[in-house]
């Protein structure tokens, strides 16, 4: 005990170097300065254990309500520059180059702004399965990894916000004569796109972003058995042959450095309207897929697969009889090609429309429309009622329709229209997305129950052996 106060034996005014005891060494001041903290420090305790809690780091962070009121603040604001800008920009444009301008400025954004819309719809749809406990994690084979809806969006968020503001700027620097900077902007945001996907450290996401790249290495070359995501994948991006079309576009006129020039508005040149290369990469998709099914078909030899093949295989004619138009005389186009076109068209939406309803979602003729005789895992949210079996279906065939116009070259010229028309066909794919997962469930848990009724009839029969002997 030192003056009334117990000292730590610890304590530098109780020791020197050489370990020996010393208490001359403390004066008066530091006497009053160690007895102002020990009664400071046993007020706090005091404190403590009358009921006073101590105030938290977490209790001075603003609340979660006013951070995403600030997020939305911030994003509406960035969204009235970017259209202030854009519009001022594209005003001091004459207006005879100002609808030539937006087409090729539409024509390099427009396949990420698409992807960025798939990617929140997607969220969409992973936000319904967790609210109605499906564990899709094992429906797509994810590992431990896999990002939530809420990452996703993240995702989104970042890409609805870079996408716009490379637009943004390339229309600016475009309208103030600064073209070599304008035609720069598309080429590092494609060449960041592909950078952030084959980055090969662990972070942004390294899991998921090697599963999706492995996922694609399976569609285009599938030399292994396929799995539900490996034609999950494939079927959107059939959904997306705009938008591959259109990337395929974008990287020629930057290959051959047409980027802000009016090069490109040859139809006869190589990146023109009538290039070949447009129907062979709308096609690509189709063809992946016809190829899945044929090995599906080899692995397991139903025969199923064959009719699913044949489905692909309609979209085909739509997509070459469509670019025909610019390589024969407009004659034979009328009288003849036409209305081949007009037929394949016909036959490859109906069969899509069957395919979707009775195939891919199950729904036995329609019937669970008016019974529901065998309710399912997402039926508490979004299934079992009546009004949006019929909404689906019957928004699912008339969009099934108009992808038609999409796929057809011959009809790709208001690109706000066909802009339209993909973004109605990904949103198609958004509602096909909840049915097909559910029916993919549904078997998978039929083949559990099977399985568990397999092995409780060979222990069954095990044990009655057994008591025979």
């Not at 698409?114 to 429906?139: D, E, K, P, S, T």
């Not at 009016?262 to 992946?288: K, M, N, R």
């Not at 895992?377 to 928004?395: D, Q």
Request: net charge positive; glycine share 4%.
């Amino acid at each position: 005990m030192f003056g009334g106060l117990a000292v730590p034996a610890n304590s530098p005014h109780l020791r020197k170097s050489g370990s020996r005891a010393v208490v001359s060494d403390l004066d008066e001041h530091e006497v009053e300065n160690g007895a102002e903290e020990g009664f400071l420090y046993s007020g706090e305790v005091n404190d403590s254990k009358g009921g006073v809690a101590p105030i938290s780091a977490s209790g001075i962070m603003p609340s979660p309500i006013f951070l995403w009121r600030f997020k939305v603040f911030l994003f509406l604001v960035w969204a009235f520059i970017c259209c202030k800008i854009g519009w001022d920009s594209v005003m001091r444009m004459s207006a005879d180059k100002r609808d030539l301008f937006l087409y090729e400025a539409f024509l390099y954004f427009n396949p990420l702004l698409l992807a960025a819309l798939m990617v929140w719809l997607w969220g969409i749809n992973l936000w319904f399965f967790a609210q109605a406990g499906v564990n899709y994690a094992r429906i797509f084979d994810l590992d431990q990894n896999y990002l939530t809806h809420r990452e996703i969006w993240k995702c989104a968020t970042w890409m609805t916000i870079i996408v716009p503001t490379s637009m943004t700027a390339y229309i600016y620097l475009y309208s103030h004569g600064e073209v070599s900077y304008a035609a720069s902007q598309p080429v590092l945001l494609y060449a960041g796109v592909v950078l952030l996907l084959i980055f090969p450290f662990d972070i942004f996401y390294f899991s998921t972003r090697y599963y999706f790249l492995r996922t694609c290495w399976h569609i285009v070359f599938p030399l292994q058995a396929i799995s539900f995501s490996d034609f999950f994948l494939a079927d959107i991006f059939t959904s997306m042959a705009k938008v591959f079309s259109d990337l395929e576009r974008s990287v020629c006129r930057m290959v051959h450095r047409q980027v802000a020039t009016i090069a490109w508005l040859e139809a006869d040149s190589v990146c023109g309207s009538h290039s070949v290369a447009i129907p062979l990469v709308l096609v690509l998709p189709y063809l992946f897929r016809l190829n899945q099914c044929l090995r599906q078909y080899k692995d397991t030899g139903e025969k199923t697969c064959l009719l699913n093949a044949l489905k692909y295989s309609t979209a085909v004619p739509v997509i070459f009889l469509s670019a025909l138009k610019y390589h024969v005389f407009p004659d034979k186009w009328t009288n003849f090609y036409r209305p081949l076109w007009l037929l394949s068209s016909v036959v490859n939406s109906s069969y899509s429309f069957y395919w979707d309803v009775n195939r891919d979602w199950d729904l036995s003729g329609l019937t669970r429309i008016f019974k529901f005789s065998k309710p399912h895992t997402l039926s508490h949210l979004l299934h079992g009622r009546r009004w949006v079996y019929f909404w689906v279906i019957g928004s699912n065939l008339v969009l099934r329709c108009t992808w038609t116009y999409k796929l057809s070259a011959h009809l790709r010229h208001n690109y706000l229209t066909v802009f339209t028309i993909a973004a109605l066909e990904i949103f198609r794919r958004f509602q096909w997305v909840f049915f097909r997962v559910e029916n993919e469930l549904s078997k998978m848990n039929a083949k559990s129950h099977v399985q568990v009724t397999d092995i409780s009839n060979e222990e069954e029969k095990l044990l009655h052996s057994n008591h025979n002997v």
